[in-house]
């Protein structure tokens, strides 16, 4: 029997991990540094914005916790998202989970869950 995603990303832990990673990682890319950066000076909404991105990923990936935050259209209204921005978020994330060793299957599998969300986070 095929693991969940969830158990391929480390579970909680994993995931909690990787989100710290991928903020890290939105924060040193400097095509989209200026939408994170500020979150520095908020460390309370920073910290807010990780609990529910872990609790919506693991939700969605199969694991035990539910997600009651805002939907992703709601999140990313008036954030005028462009094509090329929802690109190089991708490509951190990947790099992340490469460099936390994810296997490819996982990898592919997290790529299809980002690309469904494409239309309700781009607006440019």
Not at 14 to 27: D, K, L, S, Y
Not at 34 to 40: I, M, V
Not at 43 to 57: G, M
Not at 65 to 89: C, P
């Amino acid at each position: 029997m095929t693991k969940l995603l969830y158990d391929r990303l480390g579970g909680s832990i994993g995931i909690n991990q990787i989100v710290n990673e991928v903020v890290q990682a939105h924060m040193n890319n400097p095509a989209i540094n200026a939408r994170f950066l500020p979150l520095k000076e908020q460390p309370e909404h920073l910290a807010s914005i990780k609990k529910h991105t872990v609790k919506f990923f693991s939700a969605g990936s199969g694991g035990p916790e539910t997600y009651s935050g805002k939907d992703m259209v709601a999140t990313h209204t008036g954030m005028n998202i462009s094509r090329g921005e929802f690109a190089h978020g991708i490509d951190d994330i990947l790099g992340v989970l490469e460099n936390n060793h994810i296997d490819e299957e996982s990898k592919k599998d997290v790529l299809a869950i980002l690309w469904s969300l494409k239309s309700m986070v781009v607006s440019l």
